[in-house]
């Protein structure tokens, strides 16, 4: 086992990371930028080393910086929590060469997901559905025109190199498909550095269902059931929940069944995540592999009792895993709560934390960094809390929830607990009726 870990990242997952670390009896470094000098992650470290300014591309991305951190205090083992440099192939490397553990899967197996022709590529070697398409990037606008009307639209251009919804646009018939390629790879280049373009039939009415998977270094991987992800604003999550209201308990061997063959095919280690859009009549169709820890493994952790970092940690070290795939022993819901104004647009709303109160009881969980007089940076991602609720039927979880949002007050920045508290109060969303485009029509003010 590990003696000391250097956790690449900020906030609460690097505070989730520290907390698992002590409990296992391994000693943390925390890396932090200027803008997080006062983080709880900070404090909570063995260690903690200053590697720059508050732009990540100088502190939390920037790898030569990290790997002096490694250097100076000895560590042994690098986690990368998620975002940042947790699916950076090259970082994987570099660690590599100087025998320093990444606690991840291999830099072979991150380029092979994180590109994602290579990897549809890959699944369909694997016999594992995927959504009808190009099947490799788009050369120019005529043979974009082609292959769409083969597949029929709609249709969506996505980035090879995307993620968070950048470099994607739908497409609902082909006077329309020149000006969505040229803003897609436009924005792709500016995103990415990579404007390569691939194609999708578009899945109208899709619920966004992943698979946890747990996969070890002798070859064994394992599921650990379902999240429902369906509840987003632009590609971006706002709340996951397992078991998902639109789950049989025949999908779920299916989908199950798939997500492991997917981990298999690539001989894949540590935890990650295989998604799946799932259309109204069930059919499920891969749309991309995170191979990291994702920011609602919570409500994995909620429903089965199992320690999802714990695990990341013991596979890293080499330690088998035991025991076969994991069913919901219960449900489970996840807010994220974020430092963001419902009522303008969802626009970051920075600043310092004057009064902090979490949620508590049973079946409550939050996963925060922030307390009051914490002055939340402009930088970083806005989410500063998780809010988990666990309880014996979804019913039962979504009355926690409003119970537990009532009682959670942060005053001085403006927060999504007010939007979290109109969802859990509609109709359609507590019967189970959604898919991703369900907020397309929600009124989010107050």
């Not at 509840?231 to 929940?241: A, G, P, T």
């Not at 979490?358 to 914490?374: F, M, N, Q, W």
């Not at 970083?380 to 959670?408: G, H, Q």
């Not at 007050?409 to 369900?438: A, C, W, Y």
Request: aromatic share 10%; proline share 5%.
């Amino acid at each position: 086992m590990f003696n000391k870990i250097l956790i690449a990242n900020r906030g609460e997952i690097a505070l989730r990371i520290i907390r698992t670390c002590r409990e296992m009896g391994i000693k943390t470094v925390a890396v932090y930028s200027t803008a997080d000098r006062e983080s709880l992650h900070v404090r909570f470290a063995d260690e903690a080393v200053c590697i720059g300014p508050p732009q990540s591309s100088e502190s939390y991305l920037s790898i030569p910086r990290i790997m002096a951190a490694v250097e100076i205090t000895n560590a042994d083992a690098v986690h990368p929590g998620y975002g940042f440099l947790a699916e950076n192939a090259d970082f994987a490397e570099v660690c590599l060469e100087y025998g320093i553990k990444f606690i991840g899967p291999t830099p072979e197996q991150i380029r092979k997901m994180g590109d994602k022709i290579t990897a549809k590529e890959t699944m369909i070697a694997a016999q594992v559905p995927v959504v009808p398409g190009s099947g490799g990037l788009l050369q120019d606008v005529p043979a974009g025109k082609k292959q769409a009307k083969e597949v029929g639209y709609p249709i969506i251009l996505k980035a090879t190199a995307g993620g968070g919804g950048k470099g994607m646009r739908i497409v609902w018939k082909e006077e329309d498909f020149e000006s969505a390629w040229n803003t897609a790879r436009m924005e792709a280049k500016a995103s990415f550095s990579n404007d390569g373009i691939y194609m999708e039939k578009y899945i109208e009415e899709p619920r966004h269902i992943e698979f946890q998977i747990v996969g070890d270094q002798y070859g064994k991987v394992i599921h650990l059931s379902e999240r429902d992800c369906s509840i987003q604003r632009r590609h971006q999550k706002l709340v996951e929940e397992c078991p998902s209201p639109f789950m049989t308990d025949e999908l779920r061997e299916k989908m199950g069944n798939a997500a492991v063959k997917a981990g298999e095919a690539i001989k894949y280690e540590g935890v990650g995540t295989i998604e799946f859009l799932v259309d109204k009549y069930r059919n499920f169709y891969f749309m991309e592999m995170n191979t990291r820890i994702q920011v609602e493994h919570p409500v994995t952790e909620e429903v089965i009792d199992f320690d999802l970092i714990k695990e990341q940690i013991k596979i890293a070290a080499g330690e088998p895993i035991t025991g076969g795939n994991r069913y919901p022993q219960m449900h489970a819901m996840e807010c994220r709560i974020n430092a963001e104004d419902p009522n303008f647009d969802f626009r970051p709303s920075p600043g310092k934390i004057t009064s902090f109160h979490s949620s508590k009881g049973h079946g409550v969980r939050v996963d925060t960094h922030v307390y009051a007089g914490y002055t939340i940076p402009p930088y970083y991602d806005s989410m500063i809390a998780k809010l988990i609720c666990r309880a014996r039927t979804r019913e039962e979880c979504i009355r926690k929830m409003e119970r537990a949002l009532d009682e959670f007050i942060i005053e001085g920045p403006k927060t999504t607990v007010s939007f979290h508290q109109k969802l859990m109060k509609d109709e359609n969303f507590r019967k189970g009726d959604f898919n991703t485009s369900f907020l397309n029509d929600f009124n989010f003010k107050d």
